[in-house]
């Protein structure tokens, strides 16, 4: 089976910044894809940002200029740089990869930012 582990959320003032991590583990032949998607309450999940296993990336409009995705492919790592955090950033963070065959997805991590 296929683990996801994310760490890094939490509380913030607005403007400041977050670092979240999330590796794989388990019986992982090869990820295609990695990325980040939130959830706020009341809301549907959304897409943050994805990067594929040669580097290429693609990021929401709202959070261009202030969030980087990039991975670690010998770590089956990915991770998420979010900076000038806005109350509108919260949310919980889902991790997601896809591989050959299947999609996963972690159990997510809370990042509120106060205003």
């Known amino acids: 089976q296929v683990q996801l582990v994310e760490s890094g959320g939490g509380l913030v003032q607005a403007g400041g910044s977050l670092r979240l991590s999330c590796a794989a583990s388990g019986s992982i032949f090869s990820i295609h894809v990695m990325g980040w998607y939130r959830q706020a309450p009341g809301k549907q999940r959304e897409l943050v940002a994805t990067?594929?296993?040669?580097?290429?990336?693609d990021n929401a409009d709202s959070v261009k200029g202030r969030f980087t995705i990039s991975r670690d492919n010998a770590k089956n790592t990915v991770y998420l740089q979010m900076n000038s955090l806005k109350p509108e950033d919260t949310a919980v963070y889902y991790c997601?990869?896809?591989?050959?065959?299947?999609?996963?997805w972690g159990q997510g991590t809370q990042v509120t930012v106060s205003s």
């Open positions: 997601k990869i896809v591989t050959g065959s299947s999609i996963f």
């Open positions: 990067i594929t296993s040669g580097g290429s990336t």
